[in-house]
């Protein structure tokens, strides 16, 4: 069996911001629409959270559930419980046409905090920052690459698929070099 591993080992840097890989995380891609039977308490008996409505992004504790797309949510869960997850979700929507996923090898997960955190993904991503709200996700970009990021805890959440995490981490490094602040 093989050793589970983040993308980038825990990769940090301090800047004006902080900046770190976290993981490994478990992750699925849940796919269903928005009135399947059941999707609301499937998606809470597994992450504790509500499902999540257009663009938003529920926590409870470690857990998350995010809205991804009109027939796609991210449920982030302990690494280790993505197996048991993915079970309740199978039993839970028994019958419902659905999509659940396993993930977690295929995404990396970083936060950015700081003061200052905006500022790295202000630099990166073509969002209006002053009119994200806690509690939004947004799907974009980071540079050139997919990611999709939410405010949590007084930083910043960031997503992205795994093959593309140490570009991601030298943007957000970079992004984050002292003496490289907006404001």
Request: overall charge neutral; glycine content about 10%; hydrophobic content about 45%.
């Amino acid at each position: 069996m093989s050793k589970v591993a983040s993308a980038l080992g825990g990769a940090r840097y301090d800047g004006f911001a902080h900046v770190r890989e976290i993981g490994p995380l478990g992750m699925i891609s849940l796919r269903a629409k928005p009135d399947v039977t059941g999707l609301a308490e499937a998606v809470t008996a597994v992450t504790g959270c509500p499902l999540p409505a257009q663009r938003r992004v529920e926590l409870a504790g470690g857990n998350v559930a995010g809205w991804m797309s009109p027939d796609e949510y991210l449920l982030i869960v302990p690494y280790d419980g993505v197996k048991a997850a993915l079970a309740t979700l199978a039993e839970k929507l028994a019958g419902q046409h659905h999509l659940a996923v396993d993930v977690s090898d295929a995404r990396a997960v970083f936060r950015i905090e700081g003061d200052k955190a905006a500022e790295v993904l202000m630099k990166l991503a073509p969002v209006d920052h002053a009119t994200l709200e806690p509690g939004e996700l947004r799907r974009s970009r980071a540079a050139q690459v997919a990611a999709a990021f939410w405010q949590q805890d007084g930083g910043y959440t960031l997503v992205c698929f795994r093959s593309v995490a140490g570009y991601v981490m030298g943007l957000l490094r970079h992004s984050a070099q002292s003496g490289a602040e907006l404001f």
